[in-house]
Each structure stands twice: as structure tokens, then as C-alpha cells.
């Protein structure tokens, strides 16, 4: 994976400048013809990004041993909770035993990590996960303190429709919240095992859940920051320097938001873009939409942006993620009230308003090609416009509770990367 650049910004979107104007110094001098520039999703240090970037890339020479390639790893400050699986990584919690309720110590380091000046909080809610205090009130308490964490993110961020805005499952009824998180939690981890005869889960196992979904929310208003205010503008740079460096913006999870913000952070008339490739992206589906078909006089918050791309926006997405295709939903629909769903039910029962990219690709946008993997990398895919792949065949590994989220190391997936950017 050479020659390859990092840049690093942060929860402002503010980029190291000496990262930056290196790789606009170097990118022509090393040759480089399509430049790669991938954003991790909620890896929560340099070593997991860098990490994945590398295994990701690995194939990529082999497929396209003659193209003048160069790789960026964007580095932005987000977070994973050790319990959440990644495929193939055997230093993650891939092959660990079930997660205890509690917070554990990297769990509870990432937080202080991203959340420097909220130390004591995080330690209250630590104690509250361990010491489980009875009756509704407790987790009312537990609920008021997950709101007083997200309320000291006092950083702007964007929603992805007109009508996003703060997820009402931290305005609503905790306890109530708590109680769906946790019958959403044990579908997941029971789906495929055998029936054990009914029991109604503790909704202080899904008080956990609550936390990270607050974690989650502040990941997805950071990485429309960073994306916007930070990569946007610093491709606009290197265009100007590098007029004839195509560059392919390519993203994971939240990552997948912050390469398709940087789109509204472009300087008008740069068309350096030639494809997105958002892998699990972790934001609306209807992001793109000129009309939300919900409320037709609302739209997505990067209408028609699609077109700022010399060349495709594809997005690849898989039913077997189930942070995606379980707990995004809920957590964006959940106010309180006493619907029940939970499973694979969630998603029809909450309807499509409440759907993520990658779950079920773009939405409500119209000319949007759908395709499945094999079909996609059979043949050419569009020039331009929006595409949606179904990688379900090899997005498909990882346990409770995100599911196949992370499992995007796969050479097809670099594949069709290089296919959305036409590199050969």
C-alpha cells in the first residue's frame, strides 16, 4: 500500500496541516494517477484505522497492477466499544465470549478518549451499568446522565434530512427505551440458536445499549463535521495543486458519512471527485433524496450533491448488519411510547423513514440502479448516478450486537471500489 499519506483531523474538522500539504507536495512528484482516500468508521485509535486500511488494501495491487495508485487514511477521532465484533481482526472481540452489561476498561478508556472532559460522568454511568439500582428511577437516572454526555458535545453538526434532528430516544421515557433496547438485544444474540422458553429480558441489559447509541449519534454529527469542514476542503486543495489526480473517496460506517459530507465542502467548480464507495454507511438512506417520501416538502441534507461526482455514487449494503438493520432504526424512531418490535421485525414495523445507507443502499432517489455483488462485478457500473449494491454474499459474519457491520475486508468489496472509479 504505497505511497501512502494520513490525514488527521479533528472533532472540529480542522486537518494537521503538515499531513496535508505533504501529500499535496508529494501526490504528483510519487506519480500517483487515482488517489484512494478511505475513512475509517468507529475504529477508535490510529493503529485499528491504519490496520484496516492495510488489510483492506492488500488486494488492491493484484487487481490493478498497472494503475498509478496512491492511498489516503483519514484519521478522525470516533470510538468502538470492545464488544463490538470485527471479522477477521483476532485482537477484537471477534471470538470473544459474550459482553457483560458493565462497561469494561478499553470500553470505558475510548470514552474518555473521545469524551475528555466528561471523566467523572463516564465513571458514574460505569458504576450505574455494574450496580444495576432498581425501579425505573434508576435508569431514568442512568438516562438523565447519557443526555448530560451528548449535551457536552456542544460541536455543530448536520442532520441527514430536513427533518432528522436529535434522536427522540434521548428526550423520551429511558426506562422505556432501556426495555426495547434490551428485547432488541436478545433477538439479536438469540437469532439461530435454539428456543430456551420465553423470558422478558432486563431493561438494564439494554441500558448499555442506550449509552452507545448516544455514542453513535455524536460519531454520526462528527463525521458530517470533519467531512464538510475538514476533507471537503482539503481535497479542494490538493486540486488545485494536482489538477490531474483523480480522486475516489471511499468510507465505512460513519466514515461513509464524512466522505459523502466532504462533497458539500468542495470549493464550487472542483470536479477532482470521480467516485464514492460508501461500505455500511451509517446515516439515512433518504441523505440524498430531493424529497423524503414521508414529507414530500422535505428533503435529504445532500440533495443533488451526487452530481459534484465525475462518476458514480455506490453504496454497498448487507441485511446481516444488524447495528444497521436493528438498532439504527430503533434508535432513531424510539420516543417512548409502548410499540414493541424487535429482530428482523424492527425494520418493517419502524418502516423505511427510519432506514440507514447501508441496510438497504440509497432510497428515493430516483434513476438509482440496484444491483447484487455478482452482478456488479460482472459488468461495468454506471458513469454516473447513484448505485446500490447488495454485498450481503460476503458482508454476512460477526455477533451480537452489531452483526456483519464491520465485516467489509474482503477482496470484492476493493473491487468494487476500483470498479466505481474506473480504475484498470
Same mark, same amino acid.
Given at each position: 500500500?504505497?505511497?501512502?499519506?494520513?490525514?488527521?483531523?479533528?472533532?472540529?474538522?480542522?486537518?494537521?496541516?503538515p499531513?496535508?500539504?505533504?501529500?499535496?507536495?508529494?501526490?504528483?512528484?510519487?506519480?500517483?494517477?487515482?488517489?484512494?482516500?478511505?475513512?475509517?468508521?468507529?475504529?477508535d485509535?490510529?493503529?485499528?484505522?491504519?490496520?484496516?486500511?492495510r488489510?483492506?488494501?492488500?488486494?488492491?495491487?493484484?487487481?490493478?497492477?498497472?494503475?498509478?495508485?496512491?492511498?489516503?487514511?483519514?484519521?478522525?477521532?470516533?470510538?468502538?466499544?470492545?464488544?463490538?465484533?470485527?471479522?477477521?481482526?483476532p485482537?477484537?472481540?471477534?471470538?470473544?465470549?459474550?459482553?457483560?452489561?458493565?462497561?469494561?476498561?478499553?470500553?470505558?478508556r475510548?470514552?474518555?478518549?473521545?469524551?475528555?472532559?466528561?471523566?467523572?460522568?463516564?465513571d458514574?454511568?460505569?458504576?450505574?451499568?455494574?450496580?444495576?439500582?432498581?425501579?425505573?428511577?434508576?435508569?431514568?437516572?442512568?438516562?438523565?446522565?447519557?443526555?448530560?454526555?451528548?449535551d457536552?458535545?456542544n460541536?455543530?453538526?448536520?442532520?441527514?434530512?430536513?427533518?432528522d434532528?436529535?434522536?427522540r430516544?434521548?428526550?423520551g421515557?429511558?426506562?422505556?427505551?432501556?426495555e426495547?433496547?434490551?428485547?432488541?438485544?436478545?433477538?439479536?444474540?438469540?437469532?439461530?440458536a435454539?428456543?430456551?422458553?420465553f423470558?422478558i429480558p432486563?431493561?438494564?441489559?439494554g441500558?448499555?445499549?442506550?449509552?452507545?447509541?448516544?455514542?453513535?449519534?455524536?460519531?454520526?454529527?462528527?463525521?458530517?463535521?470533519?467531512?464538510?469542514? %475538514?476533507?471537503?476542503?482539503?481535497?479542494?486543495?490538493?486540486? $488545485? *495543486? =494536482?489538477? +490531474?489526480?483523480?480522486?475516489? #473517496? &471511499?468510507?465505512?460506517?460513519?466514515?461513509?458519512?464524512?466522505?459523502?459530507?466532504?462533497?458539500?465542502?468542495?470549493?464550487?467548480?472542483?470536479?477532482?471527485?470521480?467516485?464514492?464507495?460508501?461500505?455500511?454507511g451509517?446515516?439515512?438512506?433518504y441523505?440524498?433524496?430531493?424529497r423524503?417520501?414521508?414529507?414530500?416538502?422535505?428533503?435529504?441534507?445532500?440533495?443533488?450533491?451526487?452530481?459534484?461526482i465525475? %462518476?458514480?455514487?455506490?453504496?454497498?449494503?448487507s441485511h446481516? $448488519? *444488524? =447495528?444497521? +438493520?436493528?438498532?439504527?432504526? #430503533? &434508535?432513531?424512531?424510539l420516543?417512548?411510547d409502548?410499540?414493541s418490535?424487535?429482530?428482523s421485525?424492527?425494520?418493517?414495523?419502524?418502516?423505511?423513514e427510519?432506514?440507514?445507507?447501508?441496510?438497504?443502499?440509497?432510497q428515493?432517489?430516483?434513476?438509482?440502479v440496484?444491483l447484487?455483488?455478482?452482478?456488479?462485478?460482472?459488468?461495468?457500473?454506471?458513469?454516473?448516478?447513484?448505485?446500490?449494491?447488495?454485498?450481503?454474499?460476503?458482508?454476512?459474519?460477526?455477533?451480537?450486537?452489531?452483526? =456483519?457491520?464491520?465485516?467489509?475486508v474482503?477482496?470484492?468489496?476493493?473491487?468494487?471500489?476500483?470498479?466505481?472509479?474506473?480504475?484498470?
Amino acid at each position: 500500500m504505497t505511497p501512502y499519506w494520513e490525514l488527521t483531523f479533528d472533532a472540529d474538522g480542522d486537518v494537521d496541516g503538515p499531513e496535508r500539504d505533504q501529500l499535496v507536495a508529494q501526490v504528483t512528484e510519487r506519480g500517483v494517477r487515482d488517489l484512494i482516500v478511505f475513512a475509517h468508521g468507529w475504529n477508535d485509535d490510529r493503529s485499528s484505522a491504519t490496520a484496516l486500511y492495510r488489510r483492506f488494501f492488500a488486494p488492491v495491487p493484484g487487481l490493478a497492477p498497472h494503475a498509478r495508485l496512491g492511498y489516503v487514511g483519514v484519521i478522525w477521532p470516533s470510538m468502538r466499544f470492545s464488544d463490538e465484533p470485527i471479522p477477521d481482526f483476532p485482537e477484537s472481540a471477534a471470538l470473544a465470549p459474550p459482553p457483560t452489561a458493565g462497561l469494561d476498561p478499553d470500553t470505558r478508556r475510548a470514552l474518555v478518549a473521545v469524551f475528555p472532559d466528561r471523566t467523572s460522568l463516564i465513571d458514574q454511568l460505569a458504576r450505574m451499568l455494574d450496580e444495576r439500582p432498581g425501579g425505573p428511577e434508576g435508569l431514568t437516572q442512568f438516562g438523565g446522565l447519557v443526555r448530560q454526555l451528548i449535551d457536552g458535545e456542544n460541536r455543530p453538526g448536520v442532520a441527514d434530512t430536513e427533518e432528522d434532528g436529535e434522536p427522540r430516544v434521548f428526550t423520551g421515557d429511558p426506562a422505556s427505551a432501556c426495555e426495547e433496547f434490551a428485547e432488541a438485544l436478545a433477538s439479536v444474540r438469540s437469532a439461530g440458536a435454539p428456543a430456551e422458553g420465553f423470558s422478558i429480558p432486563n431493561p438494564w441489559n439494554g441500558a448499555k445499549e442506550l449509552l452507545r447509541q448516544a455514542t453513535y449519534y455524536t460519531m454520526k454529527r462528527r463525521a458530517g463535521t470533519v467531512g464538510e469542514r %475538514g476533507l471537503g476542503p482539503a481535497i479542494g486543495r490538493l486540486a $488545485d *495543486a =494536482a489538477p +490531474g489526480v483523480r480522486v475516489h #473517496l &471511499a468510507g465505512h460506517s460513519f466514515g461513509g458519512r464524512l466522505v459523502s459530507f466532504a462533497l458539500r465542502g468542495l470549493p464550487d467548480g472542483v470536479r477532482a471527485v470521480k467516485s464514492v464507495t460508501l461500505l455500511q454507511g451509517a446515516f439515512s438512506h433518504y441523505a440524498f433524496a430531493e424529497r423524503v417520501p414521508q414529507a414530500p416538502d422535505r428533503s435529504g441534507a445532500l440533495k443533488d450533491l451526487q452530481r459534484r461526482i465525475d %462518476g458514480p455514487l455506490v453504496s454497498c449494503y448487507s441485511h446481516f $448488519d *444488524a =447495528a444497521l +438493520g436493528t438498532f439504527y432504526p #430503533l &434508535a432513531s424512531r424510539l420516543s417512548g411510547d409502548d410499540r414493541s418490535c424487535v429482530g428482523s421485525e424492527i425494520a418493517a414495523v419502524l418502516g423505511p423513514e427510519w432506514g440507514a445507507m447501508g441496510h438497504d443502499g440509497v432510497q428515493a432517489v430516483p434513476g438509482t440502479v440496484r444491483l447484487d455483488l455478482a452482478t456488479a462485478l460482472a459488468s461495468a457500473l454506471p458513469a454516473t448516478g447513484c448505485v446500490s449494491i447488495d454485498a450481503a454474499s460476503v458482508v454476512r459474519l460477526g455477533g451480537a450486537p452489531a452483526g =456483519a457491520h464491520s465485516d467489509i475486508v474482503h477482496p470484492e468489496l476493493a473491487r468494487v471500489i476500483l470498479a466505481a472509479g474506473r480504475i484498470t
